[in-house]
């Protein structure tokens, strides 16, 4: 969905480009939005001091990430010049992930998003720079806390909770492997939440919620100076 509203986007700012009669010709295609695009959590990474005290040690590597970038930019017509950059990403957080191995399937922004972290020689930008000019966000109003239908596939409302609760307790006890799998989804939780607690010190008081994260968070990838839109409840205020 980003992506689509990116490239109608793109063809609102620039409709002789993207006329639709001369798509199918080889001058007239979508960007490859593949440099600015990445899926994943967003919470478990590590702070950024630690993955820039790593990536400054491959300062040609970066450099010549900007360079792919800048090649692309400059000939947007021609997507497979964001190939190599892609796979120097690729090799660069294999190794960031042996370094630190937890928590599992970081992002990593300060790869991903080489751009708002170094300079095009490669050397990391002053620290009031990091980040982004903006942020969007739409966080998750939910506890963290595991949640059964999450956990069986079973969307929210089809089924009234008395039913449900007796259909879990009962699949519990008929399926070993369902029960094994609930084990490991609860335990996945508790290490989760243990990490977050830990990574991020300005929740206050009461349950860890997802958007509370998702708040400080936002505020740490915004640059100084930075705007952060964030829909969050209004009991946040209190």
């Avoid at 080889?26 to 820039?52: K, R, T, W």
């Amino acid at each position: 969905t980003a992506k689509a509203n990116i490239w109608k986007e793109a063809v609102n700012l620039h409709p002789k480009a993207y006329n639709y009669r001369k798509l199918k010709t080889i001058s007239h295609i979508l960007p490859n939005l593949e440099l600015n695009f990445v899926a994943g959590d967003s919470l478990a990474e590590i702070p950024f001091e630690a993955q820039m005290e790593t990536l400054a040690k491959f300062k040609t590597e970066v450099a010549e990430l900007h360079r792919t970038r800048d090649a692309y930019l400059n000939d947007p017509f021609n997507p497979d010049l964001v190939q190599p950059a892609v796979e120097l990403k690729r090799t660069l957080h294999a190794h960031l992930t042996t370094i630190y191995p937890e928590p599992r399937h970081q992002l990593f922004f300060c790869l991903e998003f080489f751009h708002v972290f170094f300079d095009k020689d490669g050397l990391p930008l002053d620290e009031s720079q990091w980040g982004f000019e903006g942020v969007i966000s739409n966080p998750p109003w939910e506890a963290l806390k595991p949640v059964r239908k999450e956990y069986a596939n079973i969307a929210k409302g089809s089924r009234d909770i008395v039913n449900f609760s007796e259909w879990f307790k009962s699949e519990l006890e008929r399926d070993a492997a369902f029960r094994q799998g609930w084990d490991e989804y609860k335990r996945h939780y508790s290490e989760y939440s243990t990490f977050l607690h830990s990574r991020y010190t300005h929740q206050g008081k009461g349950d860890p919620n997802y958007y509370k994260y998702f708040l400080e968070r936002d505020i740490e990838i915004v640059k100084q100076n930075g705007s952060v839109a964030i829909l969050i409840q209004s009991g946040f205020q209190t």
